[in-house]
C-alpha cells in the first residue's frame, strides 16, 4: 500500500525538469508509530490508510493524496498525472449502491443508517479537506471496527452436515465500503467523482475466488504488451449496473481517459513495461 502526496509546489519543479513527489511506503515500522500488522479484509487496512494520510498532513504544501498498491502501474508520466488531478476540485472515490450487498450489519444502523451503506474500491484520490476528514473521523472508523469484519469459512460449509441450518456468520471487508460510507455520512459525496483512477480486470475474477473472496485478474508478462495498455487507456466511461448509472470521465467539464493506473501487475509485467515505456506513454490533448 503506497500513498502519493502532491505537493502544490511539484509544477514548478517539473518545468526545472525534477519530480518532487513525496511517497509514503508500507514502512510503518520506521515512518509511522505505532507498527502493526495489517492484514486483508480487515480493519488494519484502513487503519494504515487513515495513518498514512495523517502523515501525509503534516506538510502543508500536500494537496492530493492518492491510494495505489505497489502491484499498480502508471499509465502516464507525472506531468499528465498530475495535471489531470490537479485541474479537478474534486476528489476521485469510487463509489455504488449495491443492493444485493450483504456486508452491512444491523448492529451500525444506531450510527451509520443503512442508506448510507455505500461500496467501492479502496484506491481514491483526495483533496486535503477530504484526506482530513478520514484523518480526524472518529466516529465511522470505531463501527467498522466494531462491526465489519472478515470471515473466512471452510470449503465445506454448505456441505457440512454439523453447519446445516446454522445461520452463516456475517462477513464484511472494511475497505470496500469505509470511505464511500463516511464521505456518504457527511454529505461529501457531491464533492466527489464517483470513480477510482486506478483500473482492476474482473471478467475472469470467478477463477480468482480463494476461501477470502474475490480478487482481481493478475496482469503477467504475457499479459503486458501495448495492446493491453492502449485497451486501458482508450476507456471513457465507467458502468455501475446497480444503480444503472454511466459514469462519465471527464474533468474540468473535458473528456479525459478514466484511467491513471492500472493493477495488478506481476513484478516481471512491471519489467516487460518498462522496456517498452517510450512506446506506450503517450500525450493527451489538454
Not at 254 to 272: H, N, S, V
Request: hydrophobic share 35%; aromatic share 12%; glycine share 2%.
Amino acid at each position: 500500500m503506497n500513498l502519493v502526496s502532491i505537493s502544490t509546489q511539484d509544477l514548478g519543479i517539473l518545468t526545472q525538469k525534477k519530480i518532487r513527489c513525496v511517497v509514503f511506503l508500507s514502512i510503518a515500522s520506521s515512518r509511522i508509530p505505532p507498527s502493526f500488522q495489517v492484514v486483508w479484509g480487515e480493519a488494519t487496512m484502513i487503519q494504515a490508510e487513515r495513518l498514512l494520510l495523517t502523515e501525509a498532513l503534516k506538510e502543508p504544501l500536500n494537496d492530493r493524496f492518492l491510494l495505489i498498491s505497489d502491484s499498480c502501474i502508471p499509465m502516464y508520466n507525472f506531468e499528465f498525472v498530475y495535471n489531470y488531478v490537479m485541474a479537478s476540485e474534486k476528489s476521485f472515490v469510487d463509489s455504488f449502491i449495491d443492493y444485493s450487498d450483504k456486508q452491512y450489519n444491523d448492529d451500525m444502523k444506531a450510527v451509520i443508517p443503512h442508506e448510507n451503506w455505500r461500496k467501492g474500491s479502496q484506491w481514491f484520490t483526495l483533496t486535503r479537506k477530504h484526506a482530513e476528514a478520514v484523518a480526524a473521523d472518529s466516529t465511522v472508523f470505531p463501527m467498522f471496527v466494531q462491526y465489519c469484519k472478515k470471515v473466512v469459512l471452510p470449503d465445506n460449509w454448505t456441505s457440512d452436515p454439523v453447519k446445516n441450518g446454522t445461520k452463516m456468520p456475517h462477513n464484511c471487508i472494511p475497505d470496500e465500503h469505509y470511505i464511500q460510507t463516511l464521505f456518504a455520512m457527511k454529505d461529501l459525496e457531491r464533492e466527489t467523482e464517483r470513480r477510482t483512477l486506478t483500473y482492476s480486470r474482473w471478467e475472469n475474477h470467478v477463477k480468482n475466488k480463494g476461501r477470502e473472496g474475490w480478487h482481481p485478474v493478475t496482469f503477467t508478462f504475457q499479459d503486458s504488451t501495448l495492446e493491453t495498455i492502449k485497451y486501458i487507456q482508450a476507456f471513457r466511461n465507467i458502468r455501475y449496473e446497480t444503480e444503472s448509472r454511466t459514469e462519465w470521465c471527464k474533468v474540468a467539464g473535458k473528456e479525459r481517459p478514466c484511467f491513471l493506473f492500472a493493477r495488478k501487475f506481476t513484478r516481471a509485467a512491471g519489467f516487460r513495461l518498462l522496456d517498452q515505456v517510450t512506446k506506450y506513454e503517450k500525450a493527451v490533448p489538454s
